[in-house]
């Protein structure tokens, strides 16, 4: 009896515990943001056309990573405040307790208001930006390194899955060309080569410090009862 009640106990546990890539990781994390991106782009390119503007690859490119940011961060923010649904479909456990996952959901929607106005400028196709907009990109910039700092951890050394990587740095090089882009455009405004070399260096940091944090916050017990769950439910 003793034995059968440890078996039912240890099937309950590993039933609480979802596998790292959830049902809808790959549609929520990578096809959508890039089905947006790109009609977010197309919009922008007709919208110059029709105004008898030419699109710039450098635009275009612009226009892309800021749609793309635009969609992953207004989905990845909701793990904040449904994070049960978000570990079931989306992202299940990665190592980190929930809290970890709900302050990450706040610091993606701060991203998203940071970004604000660069994105309503990549929508227009503009090649003016004020230095405020520019800043508050470049501060959203090095939130976003950091949550990718801990990302580009998490799934290669933590979770052993490279492939939950792909997001990650689809996330990093589309919020890097952008930031890049606007504060070179906002030049003009005040912001020199000594304030854009300081806001990289302040992202390159923001990367180590996620990383160090993933690794120190990273519970290896909680990966391994998800991956044993889903064993079993294979197994079966």
Known sequence: MAAARSVV????????????????FWHVMVFVPSCFALCFAGMMRRQLLLESKSVGIIEFSVALAEGFLLAIFSLACLQAPFYGMWRKFVEGDLGMAPW??????????????????VAWCAFRGSEVVGSLEARRCAAAHVIVAGLM???LWTWPCGVAIKRGLLP??????????????????????????????????????????????????????RCQRATSGGARQHGD
């Open 149 to 151: 700092g801990g990302a």
């Open 100 to 117: 970890v996952h709900r302050c990450a959901g706040l610091a993606e929607l701060a991203v998203l208001v940071l970004r604000a106005g």
């Open 9 to 24: 106990g240890n099937k309950a546990v590993e039933a609480d515990h979802c596998a790292p890539l959830g049902r809808f």
């Open 168 to 221: 990650g740095c689809m996330v990093l090089l589309s919020s890097s060309l952008s930031t890049s882009r606007w504060l070179q455009l906002a030049e003009a405004k005040g912001i020199g080569a000594e304030e854009r070399l300081t806001w990289h260096a302040a992202a390159a940091c923001a990367a180590l410090v996620g990383a160090f944090s993933a690794c120190s916050l990273f519970d290896k017990r």
